[in-house]
């Protein structure tokens, strides 16, 4: 007759952090949504990670619409660049939807320049021109390629990037995000335009120039 062995029992405590350390399948993804949809109220006074819904008695239809990428962008300045922003800011029908668009248009020889979206991941097609896409690991390596119209790329969330003109003529580029609101931390300006400015003693040691570079550069973003 075989021996029962008998197993000590795991201590509460264990049991306890083992529930609230291991991941749970109902934690594993985004819960389905329990309505149609939620219209962002952005008047609303109080907003937690997100928008409020409007009452469904004031949605309309034109909040699922929007025609802003249609239109060209004005890339008269300093970048030779624009971005217009299909996010929920612009576009409230994508409340709780976890995406949104952006359109960017190049004038010959413009860029858009290194930047990151801290909330998203971002795919990317070239709508017209030429456009040189590259973006840097953790790790400092540089992946980059020229690409032409109907070619795509893919951008890894929070990873800087950037796109330049390389082409003869304008250029166009649509970009779909997972966020509702991705988010953009433009390097130029979140260096040196900051409010208030990063001190002048922290970017010259970190970029090991003088104060006359820094104060040179940050006068270019004063506006």
């Given at each position: 007759?075989?021996?029962?062995?008998?197993?000590?029992?795991?201590?509460?405590?264990m049991i306890l952090f083992l529930m609230v350390l291991?991941?749970?399948?109902?934690?594993?993804?985004?819960?389905?949504?329990?309505?149609?949809?939620?219209?962002?109220?952005?008047?609303?006074?109080?907003?937690v990670n997100?928008?409020?819904?409007?009452?469904?008695?004031?949605?309309k239809s034109d909040d699922f619409f929007f025609d802003g990428l249609a239109k060209e962008g004005n890339t008269t300045n300093v970048f030779g660049s624009n971005v217009t922003a299909a996010d929920v800011l612009a576009f409230p029908?994508?409340?709780?939807l976890g995406i949104s668009m952006n359109r960017v248009d190049f004038a010959p020889g413009g860029v858009n320049p290194p930047h990151s979206h801290p909330r998203a991941t971002e795919a990317g097609v070239i709508i017209k021109g030429k456009l040189l896409v590259g973006?840097?690991?953790?790790a400092n390596v540089l992946h980059?390629?020229?690409?032409?119209a109907g070619e795509m790329f893919v951008i890894p969330r929070g990873l800087v990037h950037f796109q330049r003109?390389?082409?003869?003529?304008?250029?166009?580029?649509?970009?779909?995000?997972?966020?509702?609101?991705?988010?953009?931390?433009?390097?130029?300006?979140?260096?040196?335009?900051?409010?208030?400015?990063?001190?002048n003693n922290v970017l010259t040691k970190a970029f090991q120039v003088d104060e006359k570079v820094i104060n040179d550069i940050k006068s270019k973003f004063a506006s």
């Open positions: 007759m075989a021996t029962m062995i008998s197993l000590p029992r795991p201590p509460f405590f291991l991941p749970s399948p109902c934690r594993s993804a985004d819960p389905d949504p329990l309505q149609d949809f939620c219209v962002a109220d952005l008047k609303a006074s109080l907003s997100g928008f409020p819904c409007k009452p469904v008695s004031e949605v029908g994508l409340n709780t973006f840097v690991t953790t980059s390629k020229v690409l032409e003109n390389v082409g003869k003529g304008k250029a166009v580029s649509l970009t779909a995000f997972n966020s509702q609101r991705p988010g953009a931390v433009v390097l130029p300006f979140t260096l040196f335009a900051s409010t208030p400015p990063i001190p």
